[in-house]
């Protein structure tokens, strides 16, 4: 079976090399690239070729919520992961809209991150259990408050089936 290669979007260096370092090390993984911005991002996907993405959010000049939607608008299947600090409602809606499959925080132990990464490079949304929970609180809510993201009735669906661990294939 093939590595699982993995391109990296975040300013903080150290925390690039990290990264590297905790893909490098493990088995089935392959670091295909790891930039500072994503001034590039679309050029970058595609020198890199990889098959995960981990995009953060507060960068330099473009965002990662823009970024993702740039990545879906070429590379509509890639599967992308927000790996932030950022664990406000907002962030992570616009993320999920934007077309991230999975949002976990920085704080992430080193094994959950890399069964999130082989989670959705088979077809899984993985989330940091408090993300889930905001998720699915969010749905709780009446449905007026959906609304505010303005959501198709197959969006709100297909995110639901997300919340609840279904792959991409099952949803489809």
Known sequence: MANIRITIFDDNKRFRESMSVLFETNHGFE???????VLNVVENIEDSNPN???????MPGINGISAVKSIREKHPELPIIMLTSFDEDDKVFQSICAGAMGYLLKNTPPQKLIEAVREVNDGGAPMTPSIARKVMFHFQQPVVSANDYNLTNREKEVLALLVKGNSLKMIA
């Open 52 to 58: 995960v993405v981990l995009m953060d959010i507060d």
């Open 31 to 37: 670091m295909a690239g790891a930039f500072p911005d």
